[in-house]
C-alpha cells in the first residue's frame, strides 16, 4: 500500500518497511533539540534518571534563545545551567550569545537538519523543520529528556491532510499568508493530531523561505507536522550546507489522506489574524481601521533574510509613524550581517525603527518589546493570544513582513499598496 | 495510584485555552511548581491561583492546552494540586506532556457541556467514569490506554526510563 512522506520518514527511523496511521512506534531521532526555556527542566529529569551521557554528542542541540542575551538573573540561571551542561556533555550543536539565532532559523541554516530527518524538539515549532521535507515535531522537556538519554522516541502515525497548491502568488504574498489563510479555513484544532502535507504545482512557486514559515505553523493548527516534498529548491538549499547525506523522500501516488484542500495561490490575499487566536483572519481589505502601537519584524515564523528584505524595500526612505515603535529582529547572526551589508539595517534606522540581536524576545511576551495595559501590536510572529506579548488586555495582530512594514509607516493596519 | 478517585469542585474554562493562559511566559524563569503554581490560569482568571483548592477539577471546552511545548503548564497545574483537568480534547503536545508529567487528563464529550462551576467531582481514574454529586449525574470520559496507565503508574515517562536503565 502507497505511503506519504511523513509515513515514509517514520518508517525509516522505526526500522519498519511500512507504517500506517495509528500505529504506535519507537524512532531513532537524528536530531533532539531544546532552548533556555525547555532545557532546563530535560536537564532535570535527565539527570534524575541516572543519566550520565546523551546517547550522541553530535545529535542534541541546544540553543538559548527565548530569555537570551539573558533579560534577568533567574533567566541567567537558565542559561548558566544551559551552558554548562552543553560544555559538560561535549556538545557539538551548541551556540551561545553572538553565535546564536532563533532555533528554528539557525538550525536549517546551519546544516544541522535536513531532508529526510527525524527531529525531536522541546519547542512547539521544531515542526518548522517539515519545509525541508523531514518530519519534525514539538514535545515536552521530559520527552526530550528521553530522547536525550536513548536516541529514541515513540510517536503515533498520524493522518496525513494534503494541501494541494497551485498558481503563483501574487507581489506582496508569503508563506505568511498562506498558514493563515489555511489556519482561518480549518481553525486552530483543525489538524489536531495530524500531518499536514503540502504538494501541487504551486509549491513550487514557493520559496524555502515561504515553506519554513508555512510549515512553522502547523502547531497553529494544531498539527503534529506539516511537510514539503523536497524539490530542486530543496536541493540548491542543502547543498553545500547541510552536514550530513540527505535522504529524499516524497508520497506515493497511492498514498491515503484524511482530507483534502485544494488552495489557488494566485487568489491569495494578505491575510491578517485578530485577537486572541491565529485562526481569527481577515483579508487585509476587511481589516478596518486598527490603530498600533507597536510593530515587530522577527521570530522564527519570519525573522528571516527574505522577510527583511520585504519589509526595508517598503520602508526605504520612509519614517515609521509617530507614536508607533518598530522592532526589527534578524533571527540569526547570518542573517543580521547579511542584512547589513545590504544596507536593510541602515533602511531600518533611517526610518527610526530599531534592530535587535537575534532572540524570540517579544513573540512570546519575554522581553525586548513587552505591551502594556491595552496596547495593540501587529506583528510577523506566531500566536496572538490573550497576554502573549505582555499585558492581559494588550492585543496582538499577525501578519505576514509586506503588512508589517506598511503598518509601522501608517500607525495603523495598511496593505503595502497604501504606502507606495 | 491508578485506582484513586479524585474528588473536587469544578473550574469551568472555554474552549482553546491555550499555554500562554495556562502559565504564561513571563513566569518561565523557574521550573518550580509551587511558584509557577502563583500564576495557574492568571491570564484566563485571574482569581484562579486564590481560589483553586486541593483536588478541585479543571474542565474546558475542545482543544485544552493548544501553543507551546511548555513542559509548565501540566507542571503548574499539578503544582496547585488540581486532580485533573476534564476537557472535550486537548492539544498533541500537553497530551503527551500530561501524561509524562503523570496530571490525569480525561477527555469526555458530554461532561463539559453539563457541569456547572463549582460542582463536586469524583472522579474514577480506572473506568474513566466522571461522577457530578451536586446534580447527582454520571458521564463518560474516553479510556486511558493501557500503556498510558503503566506510564501514570510509573509515575511518569522518567520513572518508565529509570526502570528499563535499571536505576533506584
Same mark, same amino acid.
Given at each position: ?16 518497511? &511500512? ?25 532535570? #529529569?535527565?539527570?534524575?534518571?541516572? +543519566?550520565? $551521557? ?29 551552558? &554548562? ?23 536549517? #541554516? ?9 527531529? /525531536?524538539?522541546? *519547542? ?27 536516541? &529514541? ?19 506582496? /504574498? ?14 486552530? *484544532? ?40 523536497? *524539490? ?21 501516488? *497511492? ?13 491569495? &490575499? ?58 526589527? /529582529?534578524? +533571527? ?42 491595552? #496596547? ?35 500607525? $495603523?493596519?495598511?496593505?503595502? #499598496?497604501?504606502?507606495? | ?31 518550580? !511548581?509551587?511558584?509557577?503554581? @502563583? ?6 482568571? !485571574?482569581?484562579?491561583? @486564590? ?35 476534564? %476537557? ?20 469526555? %464529550? ?6 456547572? !462551576? ?51
Amino acid at each position: 500500500m502507497g505511503m506519504t512522506i511523513t509515513e515514509k520518514v517514520l518508517a525509516a527511523h522505526a526500522g519498519l518497511k &511500512e507504517v500506517a496511521p495509528g500505529q504506535l512506534i519507537n524512532c531513532k531521532v537524528d536530531i533532539a533539540l531544546a532552548n533556555d526555556i525547555t532545557a532546563p527542566i530535560s536537564i532535570k #529529569e535527565f539527570r534524575q534518571a541516572g +543519566a550520565t $551521557k546523551v546517547f550522541d554528542k553530535d545529535k542534541v542541540a541546544l540553543v538559548p534563545d527565548h530569555f537570551a542575551p539573558n533579560k534577568d538573573i533567574d533567566s541567567a540561571n537558565q542559561v548558566k545551567m544551559v551552558r &554548562e551542561f552543553a560544555l559538560e556533555q561535549n556538545l557539538t550543536h551548541f551556540w551561545d550569545v553572538g553565535r546564536m539565532g532563533v532555533e528554528h532559523t539557525l538550525l536549517p #541554516e546551519q546544516g544541522v537538519v535536513g531532508p529526510g530527518d527525524l527531529v /525531536i524538539g522541546a *519547542d512547539s515549532h521544531t515542526c518548522t523543520y517539515g519545509a525541508l521535507g523531514a518530519f519534525a515535531s514539538g514535545v515536552g522537556s521530559t520527552d526530550l529528556a528521553a530522547a536525550m538519554i536513548t536516541g &529514541e522516541a515513540w510517536y503515533r502515525v498520524p493522518e496525513t491532510m494534503l494541501f494541494s497548491l497551485k498558481g503563483k502568488p501574487a507581489k506582496w /504574498i508569503t508563506g505568511k499568508d498562506v498558514i493563515l489563510y489555511i489556519i482561518g479555513k480549518i481553525g486552530v *484544532d483543525g489538524a489536531l493530531y495530524k500531518a499536514m502535507e503540502y504538494t501541487g504545482d504551486g509549491a513550487a512557486n514557493l520559496s524555502l523561505d515561504d515553506r519554513f514559515t508555512i510549515c512553522n505553523m502547523a502547531i497553529e493548527a494544531g498539527a503534529k507536522n506539516g511537510i514539503f516534498t523536497p *524539490d530542486a529548491k530543496t536541493k540548491a538549499y542543502v547543498e553545500g550546507r547541510f552536514k550530513r547525506t540527505p535522504k529524499y523522500y516524497a508520497s506515493d501516488t *497511492d498514498a491515503k489522506y484524511c482530507e483534502r484542500m485544494d488552495i489557488d495561490l494566485s487568489t491569495m &490575499e494578505l491575510q491578517v489574524a485578530f485577537p486572541h487566536l491565529p485562526s481569527n483572519t481577515r483579508t487585509i481589505s476587511n481589516v478596518g481601521t486598527v490603530k498600533v502601537d507597536q510593530v515587530v519584524v522577527g521570530s522564527c515564523t519570519n525573522g528571516r533574510y527574505s522577510d527583511l528584505k520585504i519589509a526595508a524595500d517598503l520602508m526605504r526612505g520612509k519614517k515609521v509613524a509617530k507614536g508607533v515603535r518598530m522592532i526589527v /529582529i534578524p +533571527a540569526t547572526q547570518d542573517i543580521y550581517k547579511q542584512a547589513m551589508k545590504d544596507g536593510l539595517l541602515e533602511v531600518f534606522i533611517d526610518a527610526e525603527a530599531v534592530v535587535s540581536t537575534p532572540t524570540c524576545g517579544p513573540c512570546l511576551g519575554g522581553h525586548m518589546g513587552i505591551l502594556g495595559a491595552g #496596547e495593540k501590536a501587529l506583528t510577523t510572529t506566531n500566536r496572538n493570544f490573550v497576554g502573549r506579548m505582555g499585558h492581559r488586555t494588550s492585543e496582538v495582530y499577525l501578519a505576514g513582513p509586506a503588512v508589517a512594514a506598511a503598518t509601522a509607516i501608517t500607525g $495603523k493596519i495598511s496593505s503595502p #499598496e497604501d504606502v507606495l | 495510584m491508578s485506582n484513586k478517585v479524585l474528588k473536587g469542585k469544578a473550574h469551568m474554562f472555554g474552549a482553546d485555552v491555550d499555554t500562554d493562559a495556562i502559565i504564561p511566559a513571563r513566569y518561565l524563569t523557574t521550573i518550580d !511548581p509551587v511558584e509557577l503554581a @502563583k500564576h495557574v490560569m492568571e491570564d484566563a482568571d !485571574p482569581e484562579f491561583p @486564590k481560589k483553586v483548592k486541593a483536588g478541585d477539577v479543571i474542565v474546558a471546552q475542545k482543544n485544552f492546552g493548544c501553543g507551546s511545548s511548555r513542559e509548565h503548564a501540566p507542571i503548574a497545574i499539578k503544582g496547585a494540586k488540581v486532580s485533573c483537568v476534564i %476537557a472535550k480534547s486537548f492539544a498533541r503536545i500537553f497530551y503527551r506532556n500530561a501524561f509524562n508529567m503523570g496530571l490525569p487528563i480525561f477527555e469526555s %464529550a458530554d461532561a463539559p457541556d453539563r457541569i456547572k !462551576p463549582g460542582d463536586e467531582l469524583e472522579v474514577d481514574m480506572s473506568t474513566g467514569v466522571i461522577k457530578n454529586i451536586t446534580r447527582n449525574e454520571s458521564y463518560h470520559a474516553a479510556p486511558i490506554p493501557p500503556f498510558m496507565q503503566q506510564l501514570i503508574e510509573a509515575g511518569g515517562l522518567m520513572a518508565s526510563i529509570k526502570k528499563k536503565m535499571g536505576v533506584n
